[in-house]
Structure formats: C-alpha cells, structure tokens
C-alpha cells in the first residue's frame, strides 16, 4: 500500500482559500514577506516593487494607482495602502497585468476526463502553467477557461517545448495525492527522443539494446538549465536503443525513475547526445563535434522528446491507469 501524502503536501491542502478569486483562468499573485526579504521594513509599494520589478513597466498600470483602487490585498482581503510599513510574515496579493498575447490556435487533445483527472495529450510549443510570456497561452490557462474548473491544477509538468501525455487533478483535495504520486517515483514514465550521437558517446550501440543513466543533476535558482556534477546520483534513467536511422539517428526510449527538471535533456546532452531540436543543451559537451554528415538539429522540427506514456494506480479510485499519447516524433525511425 502506498504511503500517505507527505507533510508538505498536507500543508498545502490545509491552506486557506486565496483572498482573491482567479480572474481569466489565472490566480492572483501571493508574495509573503521572510525575516531576510528585502522589502520588511519598507512601504508595501516599496516592497512589492523590488520584489516584483515589471510592476514598475511604464505600459502597466501605476503601481500607486492599483494601491489605491484597493488592488493589492491581505491574507485577509483587507487592502494595504501603498504607505503602509511591512513585517515579516506580512502577505501581499495581487492580479497581475499580462502584456498582450498572441495565443496561437492549437487544440489540447484530451486523452482521459472524469471527476478526478483530466489529461490531455499537449502539443509542443504550450507551456503547462503560465509562466513569463507564454500565460493565456498556456495549458492550464486554456483548460481552466475552457472548462469552468478553477481548481484544476497539473499534477506534473512538462517543459514548454515537450509533447505527450500531461496529467491535472480536477478536486483540489486529491491533488497532493496524485502529485505525491509523481514525487515517490510511483508514476511509470515512457518518453521517446531522437538523438544523433556524437562519437564515443556512452549510450546503447545496438537495437535492443539498454542501459541505465546515473547522475547528480542540481539546478541554480534563476538559471534555466541543469547541471550534471559530480556526487552522489540524484536523477536515473532507463535508456533502450529502439531504431537508427539512414541519416544517423537514434530514437531511444528513456523510462525516468526520478523526475529532475530537465532530467532527460541533460543527462543525454552529458553524454554528447543532446535531443534533436534542444537549443538549450546543444553545447554541452559533444554537443556540437559532430562526424562527417551528421548534424546536431533538424531545423522546423522542435525539441524531439515525447512523453509516450504514463501509468499508474490511482490512489484515489483504486483504477489501474495507462494513458498514451497519439503523437509521434517528427520524421525519422519509428521502432516499435
């Protein structure tokens, strides 16, 4: 049987609603105030500013404008004053302003819907929560509003440029069990990725062929990437050789038993085998020394990594679940 969810996920189900309702699919914004911040001690316009500076955009609304409409709320509702002085512990909640959008028209495939879980098969290109500029373009957004269900919420994540099977809870008390899912390692995981890899690069050579990749990965805060460094491995990952290529790719499948930001990317790009299309990864190292007539990317084609396949038992209906995503990678060998 499986443990319960954890203490922090606990924590979270026991928080009290957001003083503000969502508007347009989005959440309001939650700033609170610790002993070391920046901003205890000052006006609440001052602290809110130095802690989130586009804020201060000339094409948003004035900061002191939004104060005064009563905009920026307590824990409680209770509006601050923009002059108000700030204490540790103290919260700040806000709508923000999201800058114009072009929201491309692309459909979410959905894959599984009941009262528990919506899944959907996402395309690459659409962000899973709304983060910088990608907001009403993003997963959760277009679902929220084109559901009516302001609780949903991604029970994992899958990067912006990645395709395939993503996973949200419909019922905000079951959400940290079906996350906690995911944090125990509980969720089989398949994706597959095209590679071209560079020589010598430690990876299966074979059809068939498979090994297991153990690496300590840490990721810095405020940097988008993930770095493989020495220590003990925090990020394993089952790779099988499934076809090769005329042109010299190879399409893997990679089954992660943990879950690491970036995880897949990194530990292949480590190797000298960066996915196809992974502009962020494609320097490392053996990213770029290629042999004669092999190349790193296939321009127009994207990121190729598709998250195949999630499966699980369901920790709230007891269900076995298996959902597969109906897409493909671009081109290339297929396998099985």
């Known amino acids: 049987?499986?443990?319960?969810?954890?203490?922090?996920?606990?924590?979270?189900?026991?928080?009290?609603?957001?003083?503000?309702?969502?508007?347009?699919?989005?959440?309001?914004?939650?700033?609170?105030?610790?002993?070391?911040?920046?901003?205890?001690?000052?006006?609440?316009?001052?602290?809110?500013?130095?802690?989130?500076?586009?804020?201060?955009?000339?094409?948003?609304?004035?900061?002191?404008?939004?104060?005064?409409?009563?905009?920026?709320?307590?824990?409680?509702?209770?509006?601050?004053?923009?002059g108000q002085t700030v204490r540790a512990g103290d919260e700040l909640w806000f709508h923000r302003e999201p800058a114009p959008e072009d929201v491309p028209d692309i459909s979410l495939s959905v894959l599984l819907h009941d009262e528990h879980l919506l899944v959907i098969d996402k395309p690459p290109g659409v962000a899973t929560m709304p983060r910088g500029a990608h907001v009403?373009?993003?997963?959760?957004?277009?679902?929220?509003?084109?559901?009516?269900?302001?609780?949903?919420?991604?029970?994992?994540?899958?990067?912006?440029?990645?395709?395939?099977?993503?996973?949200?809870?419909?019922?905000?008390?079951?959400?940290?069990?079906?996350?906690?899912?995911?944090?125990?390692?509980?969720?089989?995981?398949?994706?597959?990725?095209r590679v071209v890899p560079a020589p010598g690069a430690d990876l299966p050579a074979a059809v068939g062929e498979r090994?297991?990749?153990?690496?300590?990965?840490?990721?810095?805060?405020?940097?988008?990437?993930?770095?493989?460094?020495?220590?003990?491995?925090?990020?394993?990952?089952?790779v099988e050789l499934l076809a090769i290529g005329s042109d010299g790719t190879r399409l893997l499948s990679l089954r992660p038993r943990t879950g690491r930001t970036h995880q897949l990317r990194a530990q292949l790009a480590a190797r000298g085998a960066p996915i196809l299309g992974d502009e962020l990864y494609r320097d490392e190292p053996g990213g770029t020394s290629r042999a004669p007539g092999q190349v790193p990317d296939i321009p127009g084609q994207g990121l190729q990594l598709l998250a195949r396949r999630l499966a699980f038992h369901d920790p709230v209906t007891g269900q076995e679940r298996s959902l597969t995503s109906a897409q493909d990678l671009d081109h290339g060998p297929t396998g099985r």
């Open 136 to 193: 009403f373009g993003s997963a959760l957004v277009r679902l929220r509003r084109a559901t009516g269900i302001t609780a949903l919420s991604p029970v994992h994540r899958l990067d912006l440029p990645t395709r395939g099977v993503l996973a949200f809870s419909v019922m905000p008390t079951e959400r940290a069990a079906y996350q906690q899912l995911f944090a125990r390692g509980e969720v089989a995981k398949e994706y597959r990725a």
């Open 211 to 238: 090994t297991v990749l153990a690496d300590r990965l840490e990721k810095t805060r405020g940097v988008h990437r993930t770095d493989v460094v020495a220590g003990a491995p925090n990020a394993v990952t089952e």
């Open 1 to 82: 049987m499986s443990a319960g969810p954890g203490r922090a996920a606990r924590r979270r189900a026991r928080r009290p609603p957001p003083p503000l309702s969502q508007r347009d699919g989005l959440d309001p914004v939650h700033h609170r105030l610790g002993p070391a911040d920046p901003g205890v001690g000052a006006t609440a316009l001052a602290a809110l500013a130095a802690r989130f500076p586009p804020l201060l955009d000339p094409a948003a609304t004035p900061l002191a404008q939004r104060f005064a409409a009563g905009e920026v709320v307590d824990a409680h509702g209770v509006p601050w004053t923009a």
